[in-house]
């Protein structure tokens, strides 16, 4: 597809519920991130994917919530045991290559339109 | 660890005024910067970037911004809002990941409200 894919676009999960949220990057893209955005707020960091390795996870707010790529496109984020204080926009991005090894930023990010996960 | 402020909320403009947004940023390195839009239910379009050089950026839609170090600011300005503009503006601070990437760190955002 021409952008980022997310699926799917609302999810309302009953607390203590297991959710699995994915993402579709643009093909191709090496570097793939999610973002929580509580409502009214900026997104948060969670986690971060250079093709299929997670380098950095430390957004992560609990042992709750997982995320992988296995074969260095799709991710899938999930989180057991639902709270409602998970209740947010899931964003889903990706960028072609990393920054920095270009040296010239012009690889930026696109986001996906998100997941709004609702925890009753 | 890196930060932005955003330190206003809401901002209300009349179409065809200038706009400048605020955007404070505390980082201990050379910063890459970013301002980012979203418009309701949708994801965050790039709206323009700083990483070295001129301290004046151009980017899409007419928006520009400047890099202050000594103020440690990077505000986004537009000199005529259109109504099309009203959304939400984020500014962004990039810190260096392992793999060669950054990781932007989001403000909390300002919501611009355009009136006719």
């Known amino acids: 597809g021409a952008g980022v894919s997310q699926s799917p676009r609302y999810k309302v999960a009953k607390r203590g519920q297991d959710v699995a949220l994915r993402c579709d990057p643009i093909?191709?893209?090496?570097?793939l991130f999610w973002y929580q955005q509580a409502l009214g707020q900026g997104p948060e960091f969670l986690t971060y994917?250079?093709?299929?390795?997670?380098?950095?996870k430390s957004g992560l707010p609990s042992d709750r919530f997982f995320a992988e790529r296995p074969e260095g496109s799709v991710s899938t984020l999930k989180i057991q045991r639902t709270q409602q204080e998970d209740s947010a926009v899931y964003l889903c991005?990706?960028?072609?290559?990393?920054?920095?090894?270009?040296?010239?930023?012009?690889?930026?990010?696109?986001f996906g339109n998100g997941t709004r996960l609702t925890v009753t | 660890a890196q930060s932005v402020t955003q330190p206003d909320i809401h901002i209300t403009v009349s179409e065809g005024a200038s706009l400048e947004l605020r955007c404070n940023y505390s980082?201990?390195?050379?910063?890459?910067l970013f301002w980012y839009v979203q418009s309701p239910g949708q994801g965050l379009q790039l709206l323009l970037k700083?990483?070295?050089?001129?301290?004046l950026v151009q980017g899409i839609k007419g928006f520009e911004a400047e890099f202050k170090r000594s103020q440690s600011s990077f505000n986004l300005r537009k000199p005529s809002v259109h109504w099309s503009d009203a959304a939400e503006y984020f500014c962004?601070?990039?810190?260096?990941?392992?793999?060669?990437?950054?990781?932007?760190?989001f403000g909390r955002g300002t919501s611009l409200i355009v009136h006719p």
């Open positions: 991005a990706s960028s072609l290559v990393p920054f920095l090894l270009l040296g010239t930023g012009n690889s930026p990010l696109h």
């Open positions: 093909s191709g893209h090496v570097s």
């Open positions: 994917f250079q093709n299929e390795a997670q380098l950095d």
């Open positions: 980082y201990g390195a050379t910063p890459y």
């Open positions: 700083y990483f070295s050089g001129d301290t």
């Open positions: 962004a601070v990039g810190a260096r990941a392992s793999g060669g990437s950054y990781i932007p760190t």
